[in-house]
Each structure stands twice: as structure tokens, then as C-alpha cells.
């Protein structure tokens, strides 16, 4: 019970890595505070881990509103009187061509994914810099290198990991913990959920989701990492390797990746 009493603020909870991490954070007797913006999933989420006999506070809220996030800190202040860790999880993630792409599905996956993390680490800093407590964001190897067709979630993942880097700068002697998480590929809703060129919902991954690490193990590996206050981490030996060989074959690695997406199931080079 090494989070017992601690509260702990999970956007985008009610599925995937979000969801689990309101598991795992549970059961080390944290107080949690989910959001999602499906009131029927985030009341089913909720009911779920009351039943597990966690304290859960349920925040209908949108990632990209600002005002969302400005309640969903408000309300777990009311509620427990404090906030020890924020983890920025909420995303989701597109998939064309950029010449095919509405911009509208550029604009919504940086609202959600960039901004929404902006409006909650706003929103909740000031409480954090109170208890010293720690700021985490789910990112991406996409932070780290860029894939195509997903030009929107790249960027958008570029631009929480230069956030957080310089944030991490700005709390570092004031005892505030920043950590940034690159997933690998993880077998979660948000390849099925993916915006497509036009906005629609993919509706199927084009990968094995059965081949991949589990929500689950994220989430693990990000509460062994919170309690180490750890500045970073790379998952999955795919996603470190890319991350090495994007350091220092770049070029090279552009190939890699143009050929490893373009075997996609249904991909959008022809």
C-alpha cells in the first residue's frame, strides 16, 4: 500500500492504460479521480473499481476543454482536500496521409492529446507543488520518432515531451516529480478508436493486439517508476530500439519505417 491515502488523478480512465493504472494505483490504496467523456463508460468504470472497494471520484470531462480540466481539479480538491499525483493519459490517435487529412482531425488530436495535458497540469500544479508530488505523462515512441500517417499524433507527442522537459526544468528544485512514459505498442482501444482522414473512427486495429504488452504492464511499470521518481521511460525492446536507432541512423531508420508501415493491414500507401 505504498500510494495508501494518496490521490491520484487519471484522465482518459475508462479503458486501456488509463483504466489500468486506476487498478494498479488502487490497489496501493490511493484515493483516484477518473475522467472520461462517455458518462456510460466512465459510470461503468467507476462501479467497477467501488467494487474493488476503491474511493473513486468520477469527473465527466473532455481532455480538450479547458474548462473540463479546470473542474476535474476543482472537484478532487473538494473532495479529498488534495493531489498527489496527475497522470495526463487521455489520447487518442489518427491514421492517413497528410495531403488526405482533414485539418479538423489535426486540430482535435492535439486538443486532446497536447492540450488537454496542458489545462490539467495547469489546473493541478499548484496542489502538487503543495504535497511535492509528481506529474505524469503518457507519451509515445512517437515523441521520439515520427511514423507516418500519423503526422498529428507524432506531433502531438513531440509537443508534451518538449512541455514536460522544460516543466521538469522550471519544478526541479522544488521537490515536483515530472515523468514521461513512451509506450511501445500496447494492446488498448486507441488504434480501434484512431481518427481517419476525414474523422471517422477506424473501428479496427490494423495490428495483432494479442503480440503486444498489456495495459496492464504499462501501468506497472509506471508505479514502479513513480516511486523511483524516474525521469523517463522507453516500453517494449521495439520501442527502445527505435528510439536508439532514430538517434543515431536517422536516415536509415526512415526506410525501416516506411516499409514496416506500409505491411500495415489496410495501409494508407498504395
Given at each position: 500500500m505504498k500510494f495508501k491515502d494518496k490521490v491520484v488523478v487519471i484522465t482518459g480512465a475508462t479503458s486501456g492504460i488509463g483504466e489500468a493504472c486506476a487498478e494498479v494505483f488502487g490497489r496501493e490504496g490511493a484515493k483516484l479521480c477518473i475522467t472520461g467523456r462517455n458518462p456510460e463508460k466512465l459510470g461503468k468504470t467507476?462501479?467497477?473499481l467501488e467494487?474493488?472497494?476503491?474511493?473513486?471520484l468520477a469527473v465527466l470531462a473532455d481532455a480538450g476543454s479547458e474548462a473540463d480540466?479546470?473542474?476535474m481539479a476543482e472537484e478532487t480538491l473538494q473532495r479529498y482536500g488534495r493531489i498527489d499525483v496527475l497522470i495526463n493519459n487521455a489520447g487518442i490517435s489518427m491514421r492517413a496521409l497528410f495531403q488526405d487529412l482533414d485539418l479538423e482531425v489535426f486540430h482535435k488530436v492535439m486538443d486532446t492529446n497536447f492540450w488537454g495535458t496542458v489545462y490539467a497540469t495547469k489546473y493541478c500544479l499548484p496542489a502538487i507543488l503543495e504535497s511535492k508530488g509528481s506529474i505524469i505523462g503518457v507519451s509515445s515512441?512517437?515523441?521520439?520518432?515520427?511514423?507516418?500517417?500519423?503526422?498529428a499524433y507524432t506531433a502531438s507527442k513531440y509537443a508534451m515531451n518538449g512541455f514536460f522537459e522544460a516543466l521538469r526544468t522550471e519544478v526541479m528544485k522544488k521537490g515536483v516529480h515530472v515523468l514521461v512514459v513512451a509506450p511501445g505498442f500496447t494492446s488498448s482501444n486507441i488504434r480501434n478508436s484512431a481518427l481517419t482522414a476525414d474523422g471517422s473512427s477506424q473501428g479496427e486495429s490494423p495490428r495483432d493486439e494479442g503480440k503486444m504488452m498489456t495495459s496492464e504492464q504499462v501501468a506497472e511499470q509506471m508505479l514502479k517508476a513513480t516511486?523511483?521518481?524516474?525521469?523517463?521511460?522507453?516500453?517494449?525492446?521495439?520501442?527502445k530500439m527505435a528510439v536508439f536507432l532514430n538517434k543515431w541512423i536517422p536516415g536509415i531508420l526512415d526506410g525501416i519505417v516506411y516499409n514496416k508501415m506500409a505491411k500495415e493491414k489496410d495501409s494508407p500507401f498504395k
Open positions: 467507476q462501479k467497477q467494487e474493488k472497494g476503491f474511493e473513486v480540466n479546470k473542474k515512441i512517437n515523441g521520439y520518432r515520427g511514423t507516418p500517417a500519423r503526422t516511486l523511483k521518481r524516474k525521469r523517463d521511460i522507453v516500453l517494449t525492446s521495439e520501442g
